[in-house]
């Protein structure tokens, strides 16, 4: 082919280096579960290589310095897809930030800078594998409160001389879960002479099903009558 600059065994070199990288960044991933995986990141370090080599196999002058961040911020379409919003936490960011990633080592394989690839690599798994205990370890002793909570709301509703009983009970759950009280009311109605008992509650991540098992515990009580539970925004 006329005009071509890039042999097609430095072509295949380069794009062999990309799906290497890729494949070895999203086996550690696939193996996590997590939402991308084995072939999201062979794909995404490939098709970013593809991208570069372009210019040279087509035998024209491409500076690389000038495309790839039109490379990496097209990728940011695909981070943005695989994150997650629940309640008022957004999961997912790792996952992005390792796309991210891994199309900045699709671009240096496609350059022909296999060390720098092949080290970059070596760098997103480490950080993936060994820093997580780190930052769980971290997580556990922070002092600092986060910075959005996930707030919850159990409403029960009682006949009026067991309230004392249904109130001690769900304290007494709600000791041994990671959900934190803040206010417990209770409002007597005087129509049914009922008493509707409300607790709102807090916890670090959304975990409904230990919200339902408390409930479910709760329902099991004759002195309960009604109960429900919901998401709340805490203020």
């Known amino acids: 082919m006329a005009g071509v600059h890039l042999s097609w065994t430095h072509f295949l070199l380069r794009l062999s280096c990309a799906v290497i990288c890729g494949i070895a960044i999203g086996a550690e991933r696939q193996w996590r579960q997590r939402i991308a995986g084995l072939r999201t990141y062979?794909?995404?370090?490939?098709?970013?290589?593809?991208?570069?080599?372009?210019?040279?196999f087509a035998g024209e002058e491409t500076?690389?310095?000038?495309?790839?961040?039109?490379?990496?911020?097209?990728?940011?379409?695909?981070?943005?897809?695989?994150?997650?919003?629940?309640?008022?936490?957004?999961?997912?960011?790792?996952?992005?930030?390792?796309?991210?990633?891994?199309?900045?080592?699709?671009?240096l394989s496609g350059a022909g800078f296999y060390s720098g690839a092949?080290?970059?690599?070596?760098?997103?798994?480490?950080?993936?594998?060994?820093?997580?205990?780190?930052?769980?370890?971290?997580?556990?002793?922070?002092?600092?409160?986060?910075?959005?909570?996930?707030?919850?709301?159990?409403?029960?509703?009682?006949?009026?001389?067991?309230e004392a009983r249904v109130r001690t009970l769900l304290i007494q759950l709600l000791?041994?879960?990671?959900?934190?009280?803040?206010?417990?009311?209770?409002?007597?109605s005087s129509d049914d002479n009922r008493t509707v008992i409300t607790a709102t509650l807090s916890a670090l991540e959304r975990i409904d099903s230990q919200v339902e098992q408390i409930a479910s515990r709760m329902s099991m009580e004759v002195a309960v009558v009604g109960i429900s539970w919901k998401v709340t925004t805490l203020t």
Request: charged letters at 15%.
């Open 175 to 188: 000791t041994n879960s990671p959900l934190s009280l803040h206010e417990l009311d209770s409002n007597v």
């Open 118 to 162: 092949l080290l970059g690599t070596t760098i997103v798994l480490a950080i993936n594998i060994f820093l997580r205990p780190l930052a769980d370890w971290l997580s556990k002793r922070s002092k600092e409160p986060p910075d959005h909570e996930i707030g919850y709301t159990i409403q029960l509703t009682c006949r009026d001389r067991q």
């Open 42 to 56: 062979s794909l995404v370090c490939l098709g970013a290589a593809l991208f570069v080599l372009l210019g040279p």
């Open 63 to 107: 500076d690389t310095i000038k495309l790839a961040p039109q490379v990496i911020s097209g990728i940011g379409f695909i981070g943005a897809g695989v994150l997650m919003r629940t309640g008022l936490s957004v999961h997912g960011l790792n996952t992005a930030s390792t796309i991210w990633c891994s199309a900045a080592i699709g671009v």
